[in-house]
Nanobody, 125 residues
């Protein structure tokens, strides 16, 4: 199976940038679509972005579209989320997730098999 570890979270100012990374282990990495979600206490986990196993297809939530870019490097077994023009509402714990089931465009947490521990992102006003 796939094991995921996020890194790169921290504090940023409004309008700033952060780059999150997700390191994966497991030989099935290339067969997995990779998703990014975020969550604040008391709220449901929110879809952010997803990228297909080949990296050729991506999808984003309306709230981050045009500001965030998801990518992956299958040789390094990593996925990255470049976050630009950050806003305070981007604050939350960000999780990467992986799914080996058919269909790449997965926007619901239940569709994913593996999750990282999460990394905190805080955007100040």
């Amino acid at each position: 199976q796939v094991h995921l570890v996020e890194s790169g979270g921290g504090l940023a100012q409004t309008g700033g940038s952060l780059r999150l990374s997700c390191a994966a282990s497991g030989l099935t990495f290339r067969a997995e679509s990779m998703g990014w979600f975020r969550q604040t206490p008391g709220k449901e986990r929110e879809f952010v972005a997803v990228i297909s196993s080949s990296g050729r297809s991506t999808a984003y939530s309306d709230s981050v579209n045009g500001r965030f870019t998801v990518s992956r490097d299958n040789a390094k077994k990593t996925s990255s989320l470049q976050m630009n023009n950050l806003k305070p509402e981007d604050t939350g714990v960000y999780y990467c997730a992986a799914s080996g089931t058919m269909g790449w465009r997965k926007t619901q947490p239940i569709e994913y098999d593996y999750w990282g521990q999460g990394t905190q992102v805080t955007v100040s006003s």
